[in-house]
């Protein structure tokens, strides 16, 4: 009986869990003292970004992603706990969108950038959701949303430049090639 | 040309979610946030009176899970609250990027009967959720003067707030419980979580403690300053005044309260 090959190679798997591990990791171990929503988002889309860029299929983002996701409900870093698999996934999920929609260009700081904007806002706009869900009044939400999504943007944004920049000196390193075939692990 | 057009067309899609964003929030924030508080150097006046103790008789006092009133961890007694607004707020952060300061209170009872206890509750601008002073652990604060006067007659107009997450709480001053067609002002008090909003705003009498410390008192005159060591915007501020005695007629309580802008 012929064994069907998985999507992710052991390679990829072990190289997403890992970039997934490292979102979970910078966010409990590096907190930037500014008070500003969606600071955090700069060490969030970091991982995500370059683990899309680096394994170069549909679903890299949201697998490491959900990783994360587990990990954040698992050790309850976060007062929504087991509901942190959603904003994480979410936005595993958005990164994988806008890499497929610009054709896994993340070695470009704009591309970067609306990828890392991207997730981080609907990262924002997925814990909204579940607060509201969970029956937090919609008014306490929504007040000050303006700031806060301006700022999930440009910090998501910042992450994401950062990002392309280290996935365009891994591939001009050529340690990593734009046109690599994963190999089978 | 077609990745320069698709990264047009992204930040489009994001520059349309900040402005959609920016509208709701102009939208809510025009429907239903109001900040009353200034910090502004000038007196404000209140005045209160028994009729304006509408909470009780009860044990606890709003925040995520019922905190005690009295000194002491453990709710006990039966208080009788009011919610004075001072129309002043104190400003944290950065004293070189605001003017940062804590407000002043300055208080006078007329016939207090039993103990009358100090609780602060500042609310974020923007957004409701609120703050109060540590009741206990590290950082406790809290203010208690005690009076000799005769109790009076049991308040027939008081109910008990209902213990949960959110308060919606009647502002002292705002038309009496008699008026019902007259809108009550009200303030909607929301605690996010145990453990949170407990640490920025504190009472204390002398201001380089700015952590405050529990007082009780016999003296029916006296001051206390509100103080905030956030670095968030308070929008609104909340005396809670809470008596253990049903009051006298003659029971007054007036709160002279101003900004004082911190030494820089």
Partial sequence: MMKRPSYFSLYEIALLSLFGALVFVLRTAIVIPIHTPGSSGIFWVLPLVVGAALVRKPGAGTYAGLVSGLLASFFGIEPLHVFDIFKYTAMGVTIDLVSMAFGYRLDNPVVGFVAGAAGNVVKMVVNYAVHLLLGVQGVFILLGIGVSSATHIIFGGIGGIIAALIVGRLYRAGIVHQDDVPDDG | ?264
Avoid: C
């Fill in chain 2, 1 to 264: 040309m077609v990745l320069q057009r698709r990264v047009l067309l992204a930040v489009a899609v994001l520059a349309a979610v900040i402005a959609v964003s920016f509208l709701i929030d102009t939208t809510v924030s025009q429907a239903y946030a109001r900040e009353s508080g200034s910090a502004d150097s000038i007196l404000q006046t209140t005045t209160v009176d028994r009729y304006d103790l509408r909470y009780g008789p009860q044990s606890w006092r709003p925040y995520a899970t019922p905190l005690a009133i009295g000194p002491g961890d453990l709710p006990s007694g039966n208080w009788y609250l009011a919610f004075v607004d001072p129309g002043v707020v104190p400003v944290g952060g950065n004293p070189a990027l605001a003017r940062t300061g804590s407000v002043k209170v300055d208080y006078q009872f007329t016939d207090l009967a039993g103990t009358a206890s100090f609780s602060v509750y500042g609310l974020h601008a923007g957004d409701g959720r609120a703050w109060t002073n540590r009741q206990s652990g590290y950082g406790t604060s809290g203010y208690y003067v005690s009076g000799t006067a005769a109790p009076g007659d049991s308040p027939r107009w008081t109910t008990p707030l209902e213990a949960g997450d959110r308060y919606v709480v009647e502002v002292a001053g705002s038309p009496r419980p008699v008026d019902e067609d007259v809108a009550r002002d009200t303030r909607t008090l929301w605690f996010e979580r145990i453990n949170s909003g407990l640490d920025g705003i504190h009472i204390t009498t002398d201001l380089a403690a700015r952590k405050g410390q529990v007082t009780e008192t016999t003296a029916l005159n006296g001051s206390f300053y509100v103080t905030y060591t956030g670095g968030n915007r308070v929008g609104d501020l909340f005396l809670m005044v809470a008596v253990d005695r049903p009051q006298p007629e003659s029971f007054r309580l007036t709160l002279e309260s101003t900004f004082v802008e911190s030494n820089r």
